[in-house]
């Protein structure tokens, strides 16, 4: 099975704070998304990639950038957290567009 | 952007009723997917529904495709507690800026009481 792992379960920072969600995938899947997830309003993709040092802004990419430096690793950075940002963060990745993602257990993130 | 308007948004039910949970949009998907969701992990996908009008059957539960790949729902039969989680719904953009992205509903939380 694959496995997306995300490195924090919980992470805890300060407005203005510049913060690495680093998530990786080992079954050497082309494609990685960085999608957000608050109570109401579902999931929301934020950057997704699909091939190293690529990447393509989602729905929501403000105040966030990606990085893809190998084809197993894809980060999601803040540049200056803000307390809006507060939400839980979920990676996923797949084989192709038309193909199951597989999500990693998220990083719940609060920004103080 | 396109739009998956998930519904309801909450349902609390007692062991052994059924239930239905909607997905409707105004956008063409070229396949739609149901995932579960237990608190603190990621969604699991349950099913991958593609062509119009397809019904898959996941033991109790019921996966349906409308038939202009507009919509979907997902019937559960006989609920049980074990069958408390978030439903997620998520469309396939179909072309243009949206080919290959998954848009998902707004989620369902259900919670079945024995």
């Known amino acids: 099975d694959v496995k997306v792992t995300q490195s924090s379960r919980y992470l805890v920072k300060r407005t203005g704070e510049k913060v690495f969600l680093e998530c990786v995938q080992d079954?050497?899947?082309?494609?990685m998304f960085w999608y957000r997830q608050d109570p109401g309003l579902g999931l929301r993709l934020i950057y997704f990639s699909y091939d190293v040092k690529m990447k393509e802004k989602g729905d929501i990419p403000e105040g966030y950038s990606v990085s893809r430096e190998k084809k197993e690793r894809f980060s999601l950075i803040l540049e200056s957290a803000s307390t809006n940002q507060t939400s839980m963060y979920l990676c996923?990745?797949?084989?192709?567009?038309?193909?199951?993602?597989?999500f990693g257990s998220g990083t719940r993130l609060t920004v103080v | 952007t396109q739009l998956l308007e998930q519904s309801p948004q909450f349902l609390s039910i007692q062991e052994g009723e059924n239930l239905t949970v909607y997905c409707n949009s105004s956008?063409?998907?070229?396949?739609l997917q149901w995932y579960r969701q237990e608190p603190g992990e990621g969604p699991v996908l349950l099913v991958t529904v593609v062509t119009g009008g397809e019904v898959k059957k996941l033991k109790r539960l019921t996966f349906q495709f409308g038939d202009a790949r507009k919509d979907s729902s997902l019937h559960i039969t006989a609920a049980q507690p074990g069958d408390t989680g978030l439903y997620l719904c998520a469309g396939v953009g179909a072309g243009g800026t949206s080919y290959g992205k998954l848009t998902f509903g707004q989620g369902t939380i259900l919670t079945v009481h024995p």
């Open positions: 079954m050497d899947h082309e494609n």
């Open positions: 956008s063409v998907f070229s396949s």
């Open positions: 996923a990745s797949s084989l192709g567009f038309r193909i199951n993602y597989t």
